[in-house]
């Protein structure tokens, strides 16, 4: 028996949001095929990508489903075999979404009828692989599609932010995978912060919110700011100050990091002069030594799954 499932690309946090806010764009997207094989409670990793860990302790589809398969106490063998679309350690969810494409084909495979936040709460066991600890957003958002709001982990609740403007969205990735970042830049996050920072961010994050909703444009540009976890892991894109200012002065809606960078998320419209951007951030990026990809997208839906025999 075999089952396949396709789980797209995302960008958490979206400025003030950790670990609570996340976007799916079709940029990217992998592809888990799921398969029975005959020895029981065994756990096969193959991919396209000789990159990604083959031991399913360390890999975020194998640790998910083996922590499904567990609690769902089904003892089949089980080759998971992973096609990545998404690069890795660019901020873009790509083990959140070879998790959440994982959970949805074994969901397909046994006919578990698992809710959607049921897989968010497997497919979140599976990002500790990659970085060390089970966060929600990226996987929430891959498995919805559109933008999330992750309101509670235990239990895991998660509201879709319904959008009410136009918009378009260019990313802007340096060349090149790094590995154990997301596991780095979680390491950079203070202990501690100070009431007026956490008052300003809240502010931020209400402004956001409410923008999405009430499709208005200030808000969203005043919201896709944030003062703490962006400040904390400027070592990891000293780029992203520069071109935030270049979309800013020429129209975009707003912009931000995609979660942990160093990839900059730009959202624009009609009215931005997306073509001078990408001039002007290229400029910022060699001077940087980055070589960067400009990549063009829409808001995606979520995680899509069929049995294949």
């Known amino acids: 028996m075999s089952a396949k499932a396709e789980a797209y690309s995302s960008s958490a ?7 609570i806010l996340s976007m799916a764009h079709n940029a990217f997207k992998d592809i888990v095929i799921a398969r029975t094989i005959e020895e029981k409670g065994k756990i096969v990793i193959k991919s396209n990508n000789p990159k990604i860990p083959l031991d399913p302790e360390k ?6 489903t083996k922590i499904l398969l567990q609690e769902k106490g089904i003892d089949e063998g089980i080759e998971i075999e992973i096609n990545k679309g998404i690069p890795f350690g660019l901020g873009l969810g790509s083990s959140g979404a070879s998790s959440v494409a994982a959970i949805a084909a074994v969901n397909e495979l046994f006919e578990l009828k698992l809710t959607q936040e049921e897989m968010v709460k497997y497919s979140m066991f599976g990002e500790q692989a990659s970085s060390g600890s089970p966060h929600p957003d990226n996987v929430a958002a891959s498995v919805y599609g559109g933008i999330i709001a992750v309101t509670s982990v235990s239990p895991v609740k998660v509201v879709k932010i319904p959008v009410n403007i136009d918009f378009k969205i260019l990313l802007i990735s340096p060349q090149g995978e790094r590995e154990g970042k997301t596991k780095k830049a979680r390491e ?20 956001l919110i409410l923008g999405f909703i009430k499709g208005d444009k200030e808000l969203i540009k005043q919201g896709l700011n944030d003062e703490i976890v962006e400040v ?78």
């Open 13 to 19: 946090n979206l400025g003030p949001g950790f670990d």
């Open 232 to 309: 904390a892991r400027e070592p990891l894109y000293p780029h992203y100050k520069k071109i935030k200012e270049i979309a800013l002065k020429n129209d975009a809606i707003g912009s931000c990091v995609s979660g942990a960078g160093p990839t900059v998320l730009v959202l624009y419209d009609d009215h931005t002069n997306v073509d001078k951007i990408k001039v002007e951030s290229l400029e910022v990026c060699k001077v940087f030594g980055l070589t960067c990809n400009f990549i063009s997208a829409q808001i995606a839906g979520g995680v899509k799954s069929e049995r294949l025999n």
């Open 188 to 207: 950079m996050l203070p202990s501690k912060v100070d009431l007026s920072l956490y008052v300003k961010n809240s502010r931020y994050l209400s402004s």
């Open 59 to 64: 890999n975020s589809a194998g640790l998910a």
